[in-house]
């Protein structure tokens, strides 16, 4: 089985890739922000930390963590990012070294991706068979970030400013994909890459 990383800035199309690889080959696919999400509901592993972190003010009615909430908190106080932080990325890595062990021992799935925004910085290089990055051009991705979330020119770059370089991306992975144009041409690069695994129609 081999493991791979996917990664890129926002609205460079991880998605889509995604898409197009679940429907064609043998693969599990985890999305790192679902699994936080997921470790953070009552009963998970970061639920007890996380609300002795940062209070029951965050809960909602139902006792879950309000995301939203939870996002004002980090946003005022850079020290309480670092500490939620502490607690949600080592819990996340964990579940997912769980699940590859789990999947490979299967024999099944003959490719495995984890999919984040923040695979490199929090360390999967050491982990991963294989990083990919995912690009696509500065104005393609404002574009798609205007209409497929809303977002305004503000929001984007702030975004934008708070994620790794071209150069930070490109240095620290083994495939480049360009998203930037024709979706024929990336599933053709796609294909070529992954040609030793099982196509599915």
Same mark, same amino acid.
């Given at each position: 089985? @081999?493991?791979?990383?996917?990664?890129?800035?926002?609205?460079?199309?991880?998605?889509?890739?995604? @898409?197009?690889?679940?429907?064609?080959?043998?693969?599990?696919?985890?999305?790192?922000?679902?699994?936080?999400? /997921?470790?953070?509901?009552?009963?998970?592993?970061? $639920?007890?930390?996380?609300?002795?972190?940062?209070?029951?003010?965050?809960?909602?009615?139902?006792?879950?963590?309000? @995301?939203?909430?939870?996002?004002? @908190?980090?946003?005022?106080?850079?020290?309480?990012? %670092? /500490?939620?932080?502490?607690?949600?990325?080592?819990?996340?890595?964990?579940?997912?070294? !769980?699940?590859?062990?789990?999947?490979?021992?299967?024999?099944?799935?003959? =490719? %495995? %991706?984890?999919?984040?925004?923040?695979?490199?910085?929090?360390? $999967?290089?050491?982990?991963?068979?294989?990083?990919?990055?995912?690009?696509?051009? #500065?104005?393609?991705?404002? /574009?798609?970030?205007?209409?497929?979330?809303?977002?305004?020119? !503000?929001?984007?770059?702030?975004?934008?400013?708070?994620? =790794?370089?071209?150069?930070?991306?490109? +240095?620290?992975? #083994?495939?480049? *994909? #360009?998203?930037? +144009?024709?979706?024929?041409?990336? $599933?053709?690069?796609?294909?070529?890459? *992954?040609?030793? $695994?099982?196509? /599915?129609?």
């Amino acid at each position: 089985m @081999r493991l791979i990383g996917i990664t890129g800035g926002v609205g460079a199309g991880k998605s889509e890739v995604l @898409r197009f690889i679940r429907q064609h080959y043998y693969c599990k696919i985890y999305l790192a922000d679902e699994v936080a999400h /997921k470790l953070q509901e009552p009963g998970e592993a970061c $639920y007890e930390k996380l609300t002795a972190l940062l209070g029951e003010e965050v809960l909602s009615p139902d006792g879950s963590i309000d @995301r939203g909430k939870m996002a004002a @908190r980090i946003f005022l106080d850079k020290d309480v990012l %670092f /500490k939620v932080n502490a607690i949600v990325h080592p819990a996340v890595r964990e579940y997912l070294e !769980n699940a590859v062990k789990e999947t490979a021992e299967d024999g099944e799935t003959e =490719l %495995f %991706f984890i999919e984040a925004a923040l695979l490199i910085e929090n360390g $999967y290089n050491d982990f991963v068979d294989e990083m990919w990055y995912i690009h696509a051009g #500065d104005e393609i991705r404002r /574009k798609r970030l205007r209409i497929s979330r809303g977002y305004d020119d !503000n929001r984007i770059s702030r975004i934008m400013e708070s994620q =790794l370089s071209e150069d930070e991306f490109r +240095g620290s992975s #083994d495939f480049i *994909l #360009d998203n930037s +144009g024709d979706l024929s041409e990336v $599933y053709s690069l796609i294909k070529k890459r *992954l040609e030793a $695994y099982t196509w /599915k129609e």
